[in-house]
């Protein structure tokens, strides 16, 4: 399998080599050049095969023979090594509960696969690969994680000092090892734009073999597809419907409905899908006007979908070759605005005892709409985060403190270690300089 850049003025690439660089040269998004096509055998033998050799057999063709087929078993095993169970909520709408892994985030699948990908290829690199990520809190803890103790491969995760949740720092500087957490005195923003400045500094590029980890890199978008193979292996030994589930995924870059998206496109019978914003909802507009804007992003309860300009967009309009009438027929968006997220935690609550997180309840609530337009769909939603990482906004709407599950107990007896910096490039730059 080659990998083509989406700016198209870089050569095309191989698994391998799109992992390392994240993006092309020409900072465009890697995409595969030929899509895998399901067999019918494979798609009817689904309900029967484990998630394990299911897995492995979905992500072969993206890997393309660039790790043994031995390693990639090893690989797809950990990286699904924790429960996604498919919850009922009402008889028509489900919860895909993507949040039991380590760091209580659906990021930890890409962040363990991506990481062991990059374990793999840095033994024959001969080199230390450095990875280097700014959070403003979920990434962060899942890259920490998911990198911890993959040899040949150092982890440098920026995040603005007092700005994360006291659970998600304790993710970030409890690790040791190979991961270290560069507190710095600024903003998300400020993070961000230190880690842009370091991968176009010469000095650095010569020093440093570096990469990045966000959901750019094809080896944390792809393996996000198996989220919509395990709910289809489970959909069909619970749901009540027939039909393909509607699916109503919480959006911030884009990323994992864009797998979703290329999963039924290349041949998983899953129905409509449902892009389902906060305030910043650039594609919902797009999908009712045609017309696409970014915008800068505004604070929102559900702030890991605070995006102004998605980045995965580029990669659904290739999905659809660019046809605005193929991507309407497939795909609605939907807008929820803060407001209307906490009544729905504290309104499904009331009603069936499920607890949403405010990304889920986004989600929950844009397919609740669909399902009033269009009463004989059935679906579910993906449930992206666990709610005890936004105590206050879900304690407030259901009237009782969350129980603090088992992953996240040992973190309060940690010690925090980070190397306080200003936000300043050089400072950085200095700090992360070899001699
Ligand atoms: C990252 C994240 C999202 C958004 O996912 P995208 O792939 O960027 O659209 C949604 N919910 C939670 C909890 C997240 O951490």
Not at 55 to 80: C, H, N, R, W
Not at 143 to 161: D, K
Not at 175 to 200: H, P, R, W, Y
Not at 325 to 340: F, K, P
Request: aromatic share 10%; hydrophobic share 45%; net charge negative.
């Amino acid at each position: 399998m080659q990998y083509f850049s989406l700016a198209k003025n870089a050569p095309a690439a191989d698994f391998k080599t799109a992992t390392i660089l994240g993006q092309a040269p020409d900072k465009g998004l890697y995409f595969p050049e030929t899509l895998p096509v399901l067999s019918p055998e494979f798609i009817q033998s689904l309900p029967r095969i484990s998630k394990n050799e299911m897995a492995f057999k979905v992500m072969k063709p993206y890997v393309g023979g660039a790790i043994p087929d031995s390693d990639l078993q090893t690989i797809v095993q950990e990286t699904l090594d924790f429960d996604i169970p498919l919850v009922p909520i009402l008889s028509n709408i489900a919860s895909l509960e993507l949040f039991h892994g380590p760091t209580l985030a659906f990021k930890d699948v890409g962040a363990r696969f991506m990481s062991r990908c990059l374990g793999y290829f840095s033994k024959s690199l001969d080199a230390t690969i450095t990875v280097l990520v700014a959070t403003s809190g979920d990434t962060g803890g899942a890259v920490a994680n998911g990198f911890l103790g993959v040899p040949g491969v150092e982890v440098v995760i920026l995040y603005p000092s007092g700005k994360v949740s006291p659970v998600q720092e304790l993710q970030l500087t409890t690790c040791g090892k190979n991961i270290t957490a560069l507190e710095i005195d600024g903003s998300f923003d400020d993070c961000q734009a230190i880690v842009k400045a370091a991968f176009m500094d010469s000095d650095l590029q010569q020093k440093l073999f570096l990469t990045s980890a966000n959901s750019i890199n094809v080896a944390r978008w792809l393996p996000q597809q198996l989220y919509y193979f395990i709910a289809y292996q489970e959909w069909l030994k619970t749901a009540n419907s027939t039909k393909p589930p509607v699916i109503s995924v919480p959006s911030g870059n884009f990323g994992n409905i864009c797998a979703g998206l290329l999963a039924k496109k290349t041949g998983l019978p899953l129905g409509h899908f449902i892009a389902a914003c906060n305030i910043n909802d650039v594609v919902p507009q797009y999908l009712a006007t045609g017309n696409y804007a970014s915008v800068k992003a505004q604070p929102t309860i559900s702030n890991a979908m605070d995006v102004g300009d998605p980045s995965n967009f580029v990669r659904i309009m290739e999905l659809f070759s660019h046809s605005f009438e193929g991507l309407q027929q497939v795909i609605s968006g939907d807008t929820i605005s803060d407001a209307i997220t906490a009544k729905t935690i504290q309104e499904v609550y009331a009603q069936t005892g499920y607890i949403l997180d405010p990304h889920g309840a986004v989600a929950y609530k844009a397919l609740q709409n669909y399902v009033k337009e269009h009463p004989l769909e059935a679906g579910f939603i993906l449930e992206t985060a666990h709610p005890v990482k936004f105590p206050e906004i879900v304690e407030a709407s259901i009237g009782h403190a969350l129980t603090i599950p088992a992953q996240v107990q040992p973190l309060f007896s940690k010690e925090k270690i980070s190397v306080q910096l200003p936000a300043s490039f050089e400072a950085v730059k200095d700090w992360l300089m070899p001699g």
